[in-house]
């Protein structure tokens, strides 16, 4: 994982935008993606509700792991990609512990 206001590294390897919406102020060249899976981010109704808010950490967590079960095809796309080499998931919040890209992971590590 790595916001994607940080720099890519040589050893990101592929590096897949997680968030519906596009990091304020970073240009393509600097984002340096190989991918933008939007339709894997929480709903707007969900990252609105949320806000970044770590008392609704708990709950946000639930509430995305439901959404991302409609979403199997590209779970199982981006555990394809990490089988054949590193993936790196690139989402734009300030929060490095309470965001949709922390949720994820875990998501695609347990299953």
Known sequence: MKRAYEPAGPDDGVRILVDRLW???LSKAKAALDDWMKDIAPS???RQWFGH????WTEFQ???RAE???HAEQ???IRALAKAGTVTLVYGARDEAHNDAVVLKKVLLKE
């Open 62 to 64: 639930r509430r995305y």
């Open 68 to 70: 991302l079960r409609q």
């Open 75 to 77: 779970l199982e796309r």
């Open 44 to 46: 707007t109704e969900l």
């Open 23 to 25: 990091p304020r102020g």
């Open 53 to 56: 808010d770590p008392e609704r």
